[in-house]
């Protein structure tokens, strides 16, 4: 007889999570662990990246270097913790060359001044015959004691806000693939400025203080934000209520929903955003918006934690249903 089908979530609760049994580990079911280490509490988070799944074996070194540490220090970044060295496990693939991992390290290095990081340790390998490119990173930030910012924290009444923009880099990666309408009509600046997106996540990484100072409960959007959102509600046993038109979306995001409306859908599930999604008291939400605003970043108010189970989207007051595309593995 076959054995059962297990997805990510299914893998990580029945196999897994039964040997994370240190209170730290949250029985893995956030984006980060914690320890404690003299007064304050380490936080630990491992993100891996391979070729064909996360990155196309021929994008530039530079860009995969920056993809793969850049989705850590979104992780830590959404626990509200501060980023300080990271360790690097890299298995290069097919294709592999001196001047490859030259590329790959220069653009760290230049990651490690702008983040404030250092490389802690790891390991270098060969794939196996014929394999790709996989990174995996451990990335490690720094919380006092107690004050991470987790996911099952979030309480009906509070404001859900995200920062950034949501969807440029799943549009950019239909507009690389050329599927699903792609280019969705849009001019070449538009395509260019979705695929650099893809390329090079941005995620607000110096929001961590904020995030810490005032955020209930929080989460790193990757696999998509009604996706994600709905794994922080069933976390947090509560629901949550948003406004489709009040997701932030950038020009060039804009202007393919209005050649596609398809592209709507594809945008708020896609993943690959890397934004932070946050929960705060009302009382909270002005201070949050003005810490960001001082460092260059923007949140928007999306919706409210509401007590019913369950996410709920509405355009203009009309409950719509968006079909959970969330980026899954298995
Ligand atoms: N195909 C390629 C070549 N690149 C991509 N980035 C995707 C598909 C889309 N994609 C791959 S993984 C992923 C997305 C949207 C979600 C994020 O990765 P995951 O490993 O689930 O990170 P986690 O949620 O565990 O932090």
């Not at 999570?17 to 079911?29: K, Q, R, S």
């Not at 626990?79 to 490859?100: D, H, N």
């Not at 250092?118 to 790709?132: E, V």
Request: aromatic share 6%; glycine share 10%; net charge negative.
């Amino acid at each position: 007889m076959d054995e059962p089908a297990l997805d990510e979530d299914g893998l990580i609760a029945r196999v897994f999570a039964p040997l994370a049994t240190a209170a730290g580990a949250d029985a893995l079911g956030d984006d980060a662990a914690t320890f404690l280490a003299g007064s304050e509490d380490i936080v630990v988070t491992s993100d891996a990246l391979a070729a064909g799944v996360h990155f196309f074996a021929d994008d530039p070194p530079e860009a995969i270097a920056a993809k793969a540490l850049r989705v850590n220090l979104s992780d830590l970044a959404a626990k509200g913790a501060e980023p300080f060295a990271y360790l690097l496990a890299l298995a290069l693939g097919e294709g592999w060359s001196a001047s490859w991992a030259e590329r790959f390290a220069a653009s760290l290095r230049s990651d490690h001044a702008r983040y404030g990081v250092t490389l802690l340790g790891g390991d270098t390998l060969r794939a196996s015959p014929g394999g790709g490119t996989t990174i995996a990173i451990t990335a490690l930030g720094r919380v006092p004691h107690g004050r991470i910012v987790r996911r099952r924290s979030a309480r009906p009444g509070e404001i859900i806000t995200v920062t950034g923009t949501i969807g440029d880099a799943a549009l950019g990666l239909l507009c690389r693939l050329g599927t699903d309408g792609a280019p969705f009509g849009l001019d070449a600046e538009n395509v260019a400025a979705l695929r650099e997106a893809y390329l090079w996540p941005d995620p607000p990484v110096e929001a961590w203080r904020a995030v810490q100072r005032h955020a209930m409960a929080a989460m790193d959007v990757s696999d998509g934000l009604v996706g994600d959102l709905r794994k922080l509600c069933r976390t947090a046993a509560i629901g949550a209520r948003i406004e489709a038109d009040s997701v932030p979306l950038s020009p060039a995001v804009r202007a393919a929903v209005e050649n596609h409306p398809a592209a709507f859908d594809k945008a708020l599930t896609g993943g690959d955003d890397y934004q932070i999604l946050a929960t705060l008291r009302p009382s909270k939400v002005e201070a949050y918006m003005a810490e960001l605003a001082e460092l260059g970043l923007s949140a928007t108010v999306i919706g409210e934690i509401v007590e019913t189970p369950g996410l709920s989207i509405r355009r203009r007051g009309v409950p719509i249903d968006i079909t959970d595309g969330r980026f899954q593995h298995f």
